[in-house]
């Protein structure tokens, strides 16, 4: 069984340019999670999908980042425009529906904004 | 959720078990205690959860205390690639939504 694949693996781009990460869940998993590190903090949540429905997105900074999951699969997270604290790795996990304490994460996309 | 608090880091000798604990005071009777590990470049991996049973499966054991202030997570045969950050996560309901990640345990398996 595939895991939770992410592209980029690795992203650097200059302030004030934008850079969509994109995540693919496990296939039949409906839940599906967006979390990063920034430098030296702990792993935040981001937001969470179910299908492709928002259900819980209070961890997200602010409205320059913008989560999608058109048709409950793949998810894309945008961030426009990139700030220098934006750097980080930005995880996704997946898990199915009644199980959602059981996240399967995937390698993380570092993000660079110099 | 309820806030937990683990030793920053530890050692274990290889083929040795390890015993990493966490407290949890103000758990409430419907917080689950999810354990959660991250070898370093990858992403967090679950490891086992628990309500107030102890809880085996094929990668550790979960021991709760009878109060439920604080657990232990048992790895039995500590290898070098259980290396690694453990994270002890207290969570409502059965399904956790959002996770909670605080700083961790560093295990350091010693060869």
């Known amino acids: 069984e595939a895991g939770v694949t992410q592209f980029p693996s690795h992203s650097v781009i200059e302030k004030g340019q934008t850079v969509t990460l994109r995540c693919d869940p496990i296939?039949?998993?409906?839940?599906l999670y967006w979390y990063r590190r920034v430098m030296g903090k702990e792993i935040k949540f981001l937001l969470h999908?179910?299908?492709?429905?928002?259900?819980?997105e209070s961890g997200m900074p602010n409205n320059r980042f913008l989560a999608e999951r058109t048709g409950g699969t793949y998810s894309t997270l945008k961030v426009q425009p990139a700030e220098l604290e934006d750097s980080g790795v930005y995880f996704c996990?997946?898990?199915?529906?009644?199980?959602?304490?059981?996240?399967?994460f995937g390698p993380g996309t570092r993000l660079t904004v110099t | 959720d309820a806030k937990t608090t683990q030793p920053t880091s530890m050692d274990c000798a290889e083929g040795r078990a390890a015993n990493l604990p966490c407290n949890h005071s103000?758990?409430?009777?419907?917080?689950?205690v999810y354990w959660y590990r991250q070898i370093h470049s990858q992403g967090p991996q679950y490891i086992i959860h628990?309500?107030?049973n102890n809880e085996t499966n094929e990668m550790a054991s979960l021991i709760i205390t009878e109060d439920r202030k604080s657990s232990t997570l048992i790895l039995p045969h500590a290898t070098l690639r259980d290396t690694a950050v453990y994270y002890c996560i207290v969570s409502l309901s059965g399904s956790a939504r959002q996770l909670t990640f605080g700083s961790g345990t560093q295990l350091t398996v010693l060869p």
């Open positions: 999908f179910v299908k492709e429905s928002k259900q819980d």
């Open positions: 996990a997946s898990s199915p529906i009644g199980r959602g304490y059981e996240q399967y």
């Open positions: 296939s039949g998993h409906d839940n």
């Open positions: 103000t758990i409430s009777g419907n917080e689950y």
């Open positions: 628990g309500l107030k």
